[in-house]
């Protein structure tokens, strides 16, 4: 409704001369214009988010089980990876962290990348990978350093070195399952931190017990929301970790309701790379890992009540148990995504339930059968032996529109798929490989645990793709398989040949 003010000023008009009357009426106009707009257009919103990314069970991670911290902005993006500024409307925002050494030429504290590279290595979603070997995360860390970081990483050992940190933040749902925890921010937040990290020193003063990666986040999230974050000295033995971080931030989020709490969940895709691990505070470390709790028994008997006491009374938090009593889910505003909270009915819908779970089991397990007895696979333990087999015999490529292909050579042939989500049915992808990975991805999704499991929204998405490739693959039953797809079911050695 228009305020009564506007059309009193109106009355007024009709006794003015001619000019200013016309110089009125534009001014009523512009103020109605801008009092409708205001009733379309709400006031923008933003997000702030800590990321929680799982163990590699790699080097000092296998005995610590920590993780690694990052912090998500939706309306911060990079200038450079060194630079922040305000994100265009079109880009989905970022991911800042920090690490021991980034290994770039200067010795940077923390860089920024757009949140579709962090997590697929490609800067369009619909063109991330379905599958993942060390080969495509390979590509894609080269890819991203050729295109966004060779001012910043022009030798070695940054260019050479796999052990650089820098590629940790390119693809990193390759590596890892990634929970993140987020709340609403405004304008002049986002603006605020852009101005203090853009003027501040971006030199790295990385230290594991006082200024590591949680230590980072935390010092992001507190200049937005003062102790919103706080470390667990008792659990961590007087450090900040990631999982603290976590626990401290979603107790803040719950006790402010206004913040919009909610969070998301990308599982570690699929693939040959060693699987993530669930973070683990200090206590809780000692309290569930068999490698510590066995000398812990030997030699600190005494000591163990206490640390288990410590972890069940205070320590306990499970990422998963937050997604599932808070889910978010990334929806199209076109041209850009949102993350917005799901309705508590609308929950299972996007977590799915374990009925659900076992419903897609059973209806897996038959189209397997049916592609057995088609011939387009060997056997039941085909699918396992897939993946080893496309990273050992495949060459990985990028095509111009950014999506992902994999060049299989075979008896003087080459055949072509495409794995990523948008053209791994597309024309010139070979349909009985195409077939196969489908099936192997979506035994891998069944087989895996809650944390380590796509969404029930994102495995949809998979059965979709599944359900088309049955459909061109043709195998309603044996009889229709064809000669020369059977001829061809063998390109995987059997388990006794790997």
């Not at 812990?296 to 499970?318: C, H, K, S, W």
């Not at 339930?353 to 038959?366: F, G, I, N």
Request: net charge neutral; charged share 25%.
């Amino acid at each position: 409704m228009v305020p009564k003010s506007a059309f009193v000023a109106a009355g007024f008009a009709s006794a003015m001369p001619a000019d200013k009357r016309i110089a009125l009426t534009i001014r009523i106009l512009f103020f109605v214009l801008f009092f409708l707009v205001s009733l379309v257009c709400p006031r923008a919103q933003a997000d702030v988010g800590v990321v929680l990314n799982e163990s590699l069970d790699t080097s000092v991670d296998r005995i610590t089980g920590t993780g690694h911290s990052s912090v998500y902005f939706s309306r911060i993006c990079p200038d450079s990876p060194v630079k922040l500024r305000m994100c265009r409307p079109d880009e989905p925002g970022s991911v800042m962290s920090n690490y021991i050494n980034i290994g770039e030429d200067q010795p940077f504290e923390w860089n920024i990348v757009p949140l579709s590279l962090y997590l697929y290595g490609v800067e369009n979603s619909r063109y991330r990978p379905v599958f993942g070997p060390d080969k495509i995360k390979h590509l894609l860390e080269e890819r991203y350093r050729a295109k966004y970081l060779s001012a910043y990483c022009e030798g070695p050992p940054c260019t050479t070195s796999s052990k650089a940190e820098w590629r940790e933040m390119v693809a990193a749902t390759l590596i890892r399952s990634i929970y993140i925890f987020v709340i609403d921010t405004t304008v002049e937040q986002d603006r605020a931190l852009i101005a203090e990290f853009n003027s501040s020193p971006n030199q790295n003063h990385f230290n594991g017990l006082t200024r590591n990666c949680a230590d980072f986040t935390r010092r992001v999230i507190n200049s937005y929301f003062s102790h919103a974050t706080n470390p667990d000295y008792i659990n961590d033995f007087g450090m900040t970790s990631p999982k603290a971080v976590a626990r401290s931030f979603t107790r803040y989020a719950l006790r402010h309701p206004e913040t919009n709490f909610r969070v998301l969940h990308f599982a570690q895709v699929p693939g040959t790379l060693k699987r993530s691990r669930e973070c683990r505070a200090g206590t809780e470390q000692l309290y569930r890992s068999k490698k510590l709790l066995i000398p812990m028994i030997l030699f600190a008997d005494q000591e163990l009540p206490a640390v288990a006491a410590t972890y069940l009374l205070t320590g306990r938090f499970n990422p998963e148990h937050e997604f599932e009593k808070h889910p978010a889910a990334e929806k199209d505003t076109a041209p850009a995504k949102k993350i917005e909270a799901v309705a508590p009915r609308e929950r299972s819908q996007v977590v799915g339930t374990s009925e659900e779970w076992k419903t897609y089991r059973k209806a897996l397990d038959a189209i397997v059968e049916e592609a057995v007895h088609g011939e387009i696979i060997a056997d039941h333990g085909y699918l396992n032996r897939l993946f080893k087999h496309l990273d050992e015999a495949g060459t990985p490529f990028v095509d111009g529109d950014g999506a992902l292909w994999l060049e299989i050579p075979e008896n003087g042939e080459n055949f072509r798929v495409g794995v990523s989500a948008s053209n791994i049915l597309a024309q010139g992808s070979d349909p009985e490989l195409a077939f196969e990975l489908l099936l192997a991805r979506a035994d891998r999704v069944m087989k895996s645990p809650k944390h380590s499991r796509e969404t029930m929204l994102e495995f949809k998405q998979d059965w979709t793709l599944v359900r088309s490739a049955r459909l061109t693959n043709g195998i309603f039953s044996a009889s229709t398989a064809k000669p020369e797809i059977a001829s061809r079911s063998t390109r995987v050695p059997a388990s006794g040949d790997d």
